[in-house]
């Protein structure tokens, strides 16, 4: 508090006595330094005030007179003066100061008292540990034991409170005081945008680095790490971001391990799979993230703190600034991504963005499977239930990376790289996404949509979703398929209505609606068995392969019996067997509807063959009741099929009526000829 309106201290104090007299009419010696608080305490009213108000309010509210108000007013005039601001005393209506720029108000008081932010009775200190104890700490704070601490009037202690609710309303939180206290209110994600607001405001309007203010709400030690994390140890993402989205990521980070700390954690919005899958772009660097904060501070990141947290970077744009990566993978990921185009039937080899992100993901990804490292993909059975066929292919596809790097593939390691192929066939071809509502819950929606999706192109999205959830996002949403009726809800896309269990009828209605009003007739899906056209699959079907009405007590026996027959033929190699048993213990190859697709490396096989394996009693497959199982065995010459076989694969097994029909066919030759096999 060194200097007031120009003065320093000593003046002031020398000229004390004056003032009182005139302030008090008292010949007693008012205090100097007293003095000096009030008319700082006075400004700061003034500027927190909405509009006159009467001498009286500030006189009640500072224990003086009304005529010592007039008296401090007039000497307040010169230094609002000396900053172009009005304070204007009008007989009738009270006093008023005329500014209107929050900033402007706050610099007044802060340069009328000698503030800087290293004062901790300042307005902007006092402001910040407010905004630590509410927003960080999750305090619930009491306006008596603030007027001690902070030596100010609740005055002003309301006029902060306000302040800090303005700033938490833009995050959709608030800042409440009630008899119990003062608290913040929101959700966790809210409240951590809210002290994001106010670090980066309060860093602006003191002319500060943002990173001195951080320090002050977030936990000190939290704040230096994850700033050292992202400007140096990751300089190679966060030196192409923009300095406004590295401030606003570093000061999110930091909150939220913070907020870690104390056993909070964001909970997301209910997102559908389609936009979901758009940010494990970014999970795995969020996961390196995480576990390095974890390492040096001992937090707790579980699967869904990560998932946030790779949101954030990709809000944050750090998915365009993906390094180059380790140029020695150039010619892999370029290779992975002909080779994943070929079987797709896509050219996907000019999408540079695809070639970036894998170019990154993939030397990482080799590095952790060499090192034993395993990730969790919190999507991934989201991910392996949507996108089945393409993470059949990607499994195929990238069979020689085990090869050649000595390393062995699981689920969530290729659910992380489907992520980026799915974007990029996104921006390829034109995907559909298509929700499925039932007024019973998500768990008969997740029926239907079990129902209807293999009537439906492979491309397209289909998921499960509450109506609640579709009212409130209809963005990216091409159809809806529901089981209410939806024409009080003055949808703007195609919908049509079908019963819970679905019948034949109702596929002809989704099919009609979906190719006159989406698409188009030209991808139109069979609705029964017999219409499904199955050429690749028939072509590789082999009678003597194919085996109904066994009983085997355990998955391996069913698969031993369908590999000797195989090594028998000599149809494989010797590590065939190795690299089927490899495959099943990455992850189920075993459908909902009944159906286990498994499957090995192209490399393994001698001669291309699809071995077909029909059960009189249902089979306990890693938790699903499997009936059928077809076995897959397409050798390097013909991997570019394998993409269309499982597709067929997928349609003619798509219910559990279609997986027992075909499993209760009573011959092999009758298998055969349903697909016209001579």
């Known amino acids: 508090m060194a200097r007031l309106f120009g003065w320093d201290i000593i003046r002031i104090l020398d000229i004390t006595s004056s003032w009182a007299a005139a302030c008090a009419g008292s010949p007693a010696r008012e205090d100097g330094v007293a003095l000096l608080q009030r008319r700082i305490e006075l400004l700061r009213m003034l500027c927190d005030a909405e509009g006159y108000l009467p001498a009286s309010h500030f006189a009640r509210a500072l224990g003086v007179s009304s005529k010592t108000i007039y008296t401090d007013v007039s000497e307040l005039q010169n230094f609002c003066d000396a900053h172009s601001v009005d304070l204007i005393k009008n007989p009738r209506n009270g006093i008023r ?16 008292a000698g503030e800087s932010f290293d004062d901790p009775l300042s307005l902007e200190r006092r402001r910040v540990e407010l905004a630590r104890r509410l927003l960080v700490e999750g305090q619930t704070l009491h306006l008596e034991n603030l007027v001690r601490e902070f030596y100010v009037a609740k005055t002003s202690l309301y006029s902060d409170i306000r302040w800090l609710d303005g700033i938490a309303v833009r995050a959709h939180a608030r800042i409440i005081s009630s008899t119990e206290g003062v608290e913040a209110k929101g959700t966790e994600e809210q409240l951590q945008m809210a002290a994001r607001e106010l670090v980066l405001d309060t860093a602006a309007a003191q002319g500060m680095d943002y990173a001195a ?28 971001v923009s300095e406004h989205y590295l401030r606003s990521l570093v000061t999110l980070a930091a909150l939220q391990a913070s907020r870690l700390r104390r056993g909070a954690r964001v909970v997301p919005d209910q997102e559908y799979l389609f936009n979901n899958i758009r940010y494990m772009e970014t999970f795995v660097i969020a996961n390196s993230i995480a576990g390095t904060l974890r390492e040096r501070l001992g937090l707790d990141y579980q699967p869904g703190d990560i998932e946030y947290l790779s949101r954030q970077l990709f809000a944050h744009r750090i998915t365009a600034a993906l390094p180059v990566g380790d140029q020695e993978y150039d010619s892999l990921v370029r290779h992975m991504v002909r080779r994943v185009g070929e079987m797709e039937g896509i050219d996907l080899t000019h999408d540079q963005q695809l070639h970036q992100a894998l170019l990154y993901h993939v030397s990482a990804m080799v590095v952790r499977l060499q090192r034993g490292i395993r990730i969790e993909n919190p999507l991934k059975s989201d991910i392996r239930r949507q996108y089945g066929q393409l993470f059949s292919v990607l499994w195929v596809a990238l ?6 790097f000595g390393i062995v593939l699981n689920d969530d390691e290729v659910t992380l790289l489907l992520a980026h192929f799915q974007v990029a066939i996104e921006r390829t071809s034109q995907a559909r996404n298509i929700v499925v509502v039932c007024q019973f819950g998500l768990a008969t929606s997740q029926m239907v949509r079990e129902r209807v999706r293999q009537y439906l192109p492979a491309k397209d999205n289909v998921e499960a979703s509450s109506l609640q959830h579709l009212i409130k996002n209809t963005d990216g949403v091409d ?7 939806l024409t009080s809800q003055n949808l703007s896309i195609p919908w049509v209505r079908v019963n819970p269990l679905v019948t034949t009828e109702d596929l002809v209605s989704v099919m ?13 899906a069979p609705t029964a068995l017999e219409e499904v056209c199955a050429p690749r699959f028939a072509s590789y079907l082999r009678p ?16 031993d019996a369908m590999l000797c027959q195989l090594e028998t033929m000599e149809l494989v190699q010797d590590g065939y067997r190795r690299s089927i048993f490899d495959r099943e213990q990455m992850g189920a190859t075993a459908l909902e509807s009944g159906v286990a697709i498994p499957h090995a490396a192209p490399e393994e096989v001698r001669e291309s063959s699809v071995s077909v394996m029909g059960l009189s009693q249902p089979l306990d497959w890693d938790g699903v009741s499997v009936e059928l199982v077809i076995l897959v065995s397409l050798a390097e010459q013909d991997v570019d099929d394998f993409r269309d076989v499982i597709t067929e694969v997928y349609k003619m097994t798509g219910t559990h009526e279609l997986v027992h029909e075909l499993a209760s066919v009573p011959s092999a030759e009758e298998f055969a000829s349903a697909f016209q096999i001579p």
Do not use: N, W
């Open 97 to 112: 100061l005329e500014c209107d720029d929050p900033q402007l108000r706050h610099r007044l008081v802060a340069e009328a």
């Open 213 to 240: 203010v951080l320090a002050r709400i977030a936990d000190h030690d939290i704040a230096e790490a994850v700033i050292r994390l992202l400007t140096s140890d990751y300089a190679d993402l966060t030196d192409q």
């Open 399 to 404: 069979s020689f990376m085990e090869r050649d």
């Open 479 to 485: 159809m809806v398929i529901s089981t209410l009726d």
């Open 512 to 524: 009609r609606t979906y190719t006159e009003k989406v698409i188009g007739p030209q991808d139109a």
């Open 544 to 559: 003597d392969l194919v085996s109904l009405g066994e009983d085997f007590a355990t998955k391996d026996e069913c698969l």
